[in-house]
């Protein structure tokens, strides 16, 4: 055979099939551009000027992985599509005399220039658009940037090896369909007969077990340990119960329907229950799909931007004191020696503190049953997310004086309790570590307010006689970690000061002692960065991700909308001819296709609903507290995905009624 | 009385950007009597699919008019027509047109639950049809379940279960098997003793000679027509063959 004929017949089938390749193509090409942006970003030594770029990178490091996961799956079921609806043509270049050898072989030219396209385009377009993501990553850190153009051939290496891997799957999976079929089978190819689904019960109660038990977690999980640990175990089940929930559930809500003689037979109904169960059997798992990747889509998106937009707040609630030094296992003097370098860098930084407080205390986490707390060491955290853990803090009284300019007196075994816990009831006493405290007043205020962000919590501070009952607590006790020197303070002045001063005091403060880990300095505006960078990578990441599920949703209803109207249109066609008139056949088609596609949606805002108050523990756990923003940020993604998903069906439901409209319209 | 009457039509199709244009029917009248059986009969390209087509109130002619108990199909307002159609007309098609998402009875009752019927009536009405057209065995299977013969009883059982004026049957045996043909057009034949009026394009010599009256379509208008009389199917069969011989090798005008 002459030359380059498969190189043109292939050129030639793509270009007679480009309504559903040319949407597979630009798939490939945005997914290799995505990758090679993510890893660009990873890779990029611009990267390295900023204080955190560990946080960042890590975070652009995972989201590679993601995308290389998803760029497998995903284009391998584009392809998978692609080749069903092109089993008749093959079938039909068989019988006309093409070997499966030469099948192959067109294939392979078709694979390679959809290949050379995508990641020619796909790379060039990542280098091209790369030092725009960067700019506008750094714009989302806060962090000023110089400027300059880089290529990252490690990425530009990376994305060929494996996007040239997914494009040979792919033609090796092709090639085992055409292998595996005989041409009479490749010619009835898609237009396999109709069978009926039948209900099949074990799936639905597993879906409905399934979801249940996901749901149950979300709602009924309330610490913030727990919500952790079970948030993946949710995420499966969820995601579990919505395949069953789309492929049995669905059907057998329809049959049910269906028995229902009086509903079924009415007009209205009658063509849209059969035609529901078909297309339900058809396309559950595609709607599956997409009600998964909307929620991924949803949650991602939402939670990203409700750390970004809450950032300051969760500083302020993380920090609520510019300066606060710890010092762990030393005495008076090493505590002193400590504050001499401090005084000394403030002063080379011409810095006056403000608002001063130092005082000891003995800190502990303890488990909290109600009548007694027992005290917990290192990292021995409860299974059980009955039991509560929260926070007891011990602070001699000379100090508490001192700090709030007082001047109480105490017994031995007497204590002023101050606790963000509500409805303490008035008790008198607490049992902790086996040792009693007479409470003689509830404090409403404390001159630390350390943790008050925290809800979910409960610290209590005992303010005891003196600092010879810490020194026995700490005695009998030694999960209870020694006294703590603190010293908290505010410090007014440039920022860009004090971040530098901050730095400063970090690096030398640690020098005093032996070991690095016992001064621990926690200072506001030089974190701020390591804040801003990680919730800022965390958003960046949420809607690049968001971005790339938002695209495969949009190709999946769009594969979805050509290939129902390929089958709908004789469908409708008969209709018409049986006496059913253009308006009720459009009325139809189009409440139909309407329930199909925004059954996802509705679906996904569910679960998002349900995992709401899942969600709000996470978030706590990362210091969020405020559930009005996070509401508002939930219903403001909720709102501006729907948008973009209705214009999403919009723009292929053109497509899907041209097609149809052959015959109909 | 006529039931239906095919005055003078002409239906000339345009190119969509106005160029040619091409003469489907140049002249067609004929008329059908209540309970009559007419098979119309021409070559592929000869117009019949059109003439059928006009006849369903599917497509409009460019010129005459079809009176179909004493009402003009013209006059029908475009919004009444699929009532119209579904009320009076009764379709049997070449290649069934039975929806695959129906099992073989909710196919028979579409017509009738689109008319908006109970569930009650509907039943009362499938009945004796089903009957008639022995398929009481195969009513819960799917299309793809059964043979074609079968399935085009089935579709015969649609068209009859309106109680239609009219039955417009295309190329009803051309997907059969001889025997299933043979099996259909005997149920043709006893519908049509029970007095429905039918109404078939067809170009099977076999299915033509069931009927009592045939036309003959050449080049848009109607050539020749042979009425059955006392003829047996047999006799039928050599006359329509002579004819179409000699439609074949081209003749003088006869009707």
């Known amino acids: 055979m002459r030359k380059g004929f498969y190189f043109r017949l292939a050129l030639q089938n793509m270009e007679k099939n480009k309504r559903t390749y040319l949407p597979y193509l630009l798939t490939c090409i945005c997914s290799v551009m995505m990758y090679y942006f993510m890893s660009f970003l990873t890779l990029n030594p611009g990267m390295d000027q900023m204080p955190d770029a560990r946080n960042v990178k890590t975070i652009m490091g995972m989201g590679t992985w993601v995308i290389a996961i998803f760029s497998v799956i995903f284009l391998f079921y584009t392809n998978s599509f692609l080749m069903k609806r092109r089993k008749k043509e093959m079938g039909l270049y068989n019988i006309l005399g093409m070997e499966k050898k030469h099948i192959g072989r067109m294939l392979l030219y078709e694979t390679l220039i959809n290949a050379a396209l995508s990641l020619l385009l796909g790379i060039g377009l990542g280098i091209l658009g790369s030092k725009l993501i960067f700019l506008f990553l750094m714009k989302l850190l806060s962090f000023p940037v110089a400027l300059g153009f880089f290529i990252s051939v490690r990425s530009v290496v990376n994305a060929l090896a494996l996007f040239g891997a997914i494009f040979l799957l792919t033609y090796l999976n092709d090639l085992r369909q055409i292998h595996m079929a005989d041409p009479v089978e490749l010619l009835r190819g898609s237009s396999m007969g109709e069978k009926e689904p039948k209900t099949r019960w074990l799936l639905v109660l597993i879906g409905i077990l399934c979801l249940g038990g996901g749901y149950w977690i979300a709602v009924t999980t309330e610490s913030v340990m727990a919500a952790l640990s079970y948030f993946f175990a949710a995420v499966i089940l969820v995601m579990v119960g919505t395949y069953c929930l789309f492929v049995a559930v669905s059907v057998a809500v329809l049959k049910l329907l269906k028995d229902c003689k009086g509903f079924y037979y009415k007009t209205k109904h009658f063509t849209a229950v059969s035609g529901m169960i078909y297309r339900m059997k058809q396309n559950a798992v595609g709607l599956a799909n997409i009600c998964i990747l909307s929620t991924g889509v949803l949650l991602l998106i939402s939670t990203t931007v409700c750390l970004y937009i809450g950032r300051e707040e969760i500083i302020t609630g993380r920090y609520p004191r510019e300066v606060s030094l710890s010092a762990y296992e030393t005495d008076e003097e090493g505590f002193s020696k400590v504050q001499e370098v401090e005084a000394q860098v403030l002063e080379n930084w011409d810095l006056e503190p403000e608002d001063i407080t130092v005082y000891r205390s003995i800190q502990m986490v303890v488990l909290d049953k109600g009548d007694k707390m027992d005290i917990l060491s290192g990292d021995e955290y409860p299974a059980n997310a009955m039991e509560k853990i929260a926070g007891v803090a011990f602070i001699p009284l000379e100090d508490y004086n001192a700090c709030m300019g007082e001047a109480r007196t105490l017994d031995p075994g007497q204590a002023l309790l101050f606790t963000n816990k509500k409805g303490m009831d008035g008790r008198k006493e607490l049992s902790i570590g086996g040792k009693k405290w007479e409470i003689t007043e509830e404090l409403e205020e404390l001159f630390t307010e350390i943790k008050v962000g925290n809800p979910q919590i409960d610290d209590y501070y005992l303010v005891v006689d003196s600092v010879g009952t810490l020194e026995s607590i700490a005695r009998e006790d030694p999960a209870s970690g020694g006294i703590i020197y603190q010293k908290d303070y505010d410090l007014p002045g440039d920022p860009d000061v004090r971040v530098k001063a901050e730095e400063q005091l970090r690096a030398q403060v640690s020098q005093v002692s032996e070991e690095p880990a016992h001064v621990r300095v926690a200072a506001r505006e030089y974190d701020r960065m390591s804040f801003y960078s990680t919730y800022g990578g965390l958003f960046f990441l949420g809607i690049f991700l968001g971005l790339l599920f938002l695209m495969a949703t949009a190709l999946i209803i769009y594969y979805k909308q050509l290939s129902e109207g390929y089958e709908d249109r004789q469908r409708f066609e008969i209709m018409q001819k049986v006496g059913m008139s253009k308006r009720e056949v459009k009325r139809s088609i189009s409440s139909q296709i309407l329930m199909v596609f925004f059954l996802p949606l509705v679906t996904a805002v569910i679960h998002i609903g349900f995992a709401f108050p899942l969600m709000k523990r996470l978030l706590a756990m990362m210091n969020l507290y405020n559930t009005g923003l996070f509401a508002v940020c939930t219903l403001g993604t909720i709102g501006c995905f729907a948008l973009v998903y209705a214009a999403i069906y919009a723009l292929t439901a053109r497509t899907y009624y041209r097609i149809v409209d052959q015959s109909v319209f | ?255």
């Open chain 2, 1 to 255: 009385m006529s039931i239906l009457e095919v005055e003078h039509i002409q239906k000339v199709y345009t190119t969509r950007f106005g160029g040619n244009q091409v003469q489907a029917l140049t002249d067609v009248s004929f008329q059908v009597e209540e309970g009559e059986y007419v098979a119309i009969m021409g070559e592929s390209g000869s117009g019949k699919t059109t003439l059928l087509n006009i006849l369903a109130a599917l497509d409009r002619p460019t010129r005459g008019q079809v009176v179909l108990d004493g009402k003009s199909l013209s006059m029908i307002k475009e919004k009444e027509i699929a009532a119209y159609r579904r009320k009076n007309l009764g379709f049997v098609f070449q290649d069934f047109n039975l929806l695959d998402t129906f099992n073989i009875q909710d196919n028979i009752y579409l017509p009738l639950v689109l008319a908006g019927e109970s569930y009650q009536n509907m039943k009362s009405r499938l009945h004796p049809i089903a009957q008639q057209l022995r398929i009481q065995e195969i009513l819960r299977k799917f299309p793809y379940e059964v043979s074609g013969g079968q399935k085009q009883r089935a579709a015969v059982a649609r068209a009859l279960i309106t109680g239609p004026r009219l039955i417009l049957a295309d190329e009803p045996t051309g997907a059969l098997d001889s025997r299933a043909a043979g099996d259909l057009l005997t149920v043709f034949q006893k519908i049509n003793e029970k007095g429905q009026t039918i109404l078939m394009v067809t170009h099977s010599v076999m299915a033509a000679s069931c009927a009592e009256r045939i036309l003959f379509i050449k080049d848009g208008q109607v050539f020749h027509q042979i009425y059955r009389g006392e003829k047996t199917d047999e006799e039928m069969y050599g006359m329509i063959s002579d004819t179409l011989r000699m439609l074949a090798t081209g003749g003088d005008h006869h009707a």
